[in-house]
């Protein structure tokens, strides 16, 4: 079979949404200089907005195709002065990108490969983050980071000078103290997740192997001042999905025994918690924090089931906005429902990861409509801002006003694709004020599909970590 015939074959009425619409991949890598501008970009933003997510190099057959699986495609606009400079969108070059293209394979070590397509191929659609004067682009289950260029050029696979065990994470956690990220990395052939840390220098310092009762799916975390944090289950690798040729061969577990992890900062693995909880998935966290009776606070977005009958995607029922009190002294966790209504793509303001939050900052697309939602969680209240029409936002990340601002006091920045017109925009609005509207619209004459991940880089972050390395 050749990569785009693998599986079951499609009937001529199957749609995948996941390959429409605002999803819909797009085949050309552009550069265009000079943007237009609506409204007035705060003068301090100087660095790049950033973000990655799937966008298929050749036809994928509807049925079998997996929106978590596509190739991926870089996206960048560069802001300095009140200006943005440059708009750019790259494929990160796997080896299928490059056979597909006639390019040459990325140099670098060889990735574990074996199971899915996309490990084997190293596909890298997940996350963007700056680290040791470089910039990344991450994903999971084997797959090797990519370092890129400034001008978002792939350069070469990484397993950080060799300390990495094989595979990263697409979605890991900085340590706003140390500077260190954070990440829970799986693969198909282990029966363990091993939790990893990142030194300032790009180097892994610290890893924790921790046995699991399968093969879980751990695309998120989170850090609180004593513990790292994952959820075991109940999404799990399937020998069967991948025989019948799934792009993404993971089960809804009915019978996996769902528990919260705890792995003490300063501990070794044998000091790690188990806490039992009800059988909820939990993609992506918005935060956590430490409680002062010993308990654990997460929150984040939950679904009550996802890939049983879909297996496309992640929308196989509407999710809730879910508190999970998680008590290390009994095993046991308390689930509470803050918000019914679907969000994903949780940020908050990074500068308190690990320490209490009260703001929260999701996307969402209920009845039709996309919208940015800010919860308060302390006031128990939400106000959302509408992208309009045919418009939808995707994950908003929040840029401090100053270094030293209050939370919630500085800017949402957000990728839109607009389905009437085939472009895009980048959104900034000011957080403590949905209601004014965005303060600048970057227009980009190029559609940007939905995708996953990125980050706010500010150029003084990239020479900081730089000069501390003697760079």
Known sequence: MTDTQAGPEAPSTFRNSWLEGPFAPVDQEVTVYDLKVTGSIPKDLDGRLLRVGPNP?????????????????????RIRDGKAEWYRNRFV?????????????????QQLGGGARYVADNVVNTHIFPQAGKTWAFAEAG???????????????SDFGGSLNGSWTGHPHRDPATGELHGMSYYHGWEHVSYQVIDTAGKVRRTVDVPVHGRPVVHDCAL??????????????????????????????????????LIPRDGTGGDVISAEVERWAVFHILGAYDLPDGRVALIGPSNSRMFVTDHTGPGEVPG??????????TGKTEVKILDEQPQEMPRLDDRLTGDKFRYGYFSSRDQGMSTLIKQDLDAKTKESYAYGPGRFGMEAVFVPRTPDSAEDDGWLMTFVTDMTTRTADVVILHAQDLKAGPVATIHIPHRVPIGFHGNWVPDSELAEQRKVLGL
Request: aromatic share 14%; proline share 11%; glycine share 8%.
């Open 93 to 109: 070059r796997d080896d299928h990108v490059a056979r597909s293209k006639g390019l040459p394979p990325l140099p670098g070590p």
């Open 224 to 261: 609180t001042e004593r513990y790292a944090v994952f959820l075991d289950g109940p999404v799990a690798y399937s020998d069967d999905m991948l025989k019948k040729g799934y792009a993404f061969p993971f089960l809804w577990g009915f019978e996996y025994p769902t528990r919260w992890v």
């Open 320 to 329: 809730s906005l879910n508190l999970y009190l998680i008590d290390p002294k």
């Open 143 to 157: 797959v090797l980071p990519v370092e890129l260029s400034y001008e978002l050029e792939c350069l070469a696979k």
């Open 57 to 77: 190099v050749d036809p994928e057959n509807p049925v079998t195709y997996n929106w978590f699986t596509g190739n991926g495609m870089v996206h960048g606009v």
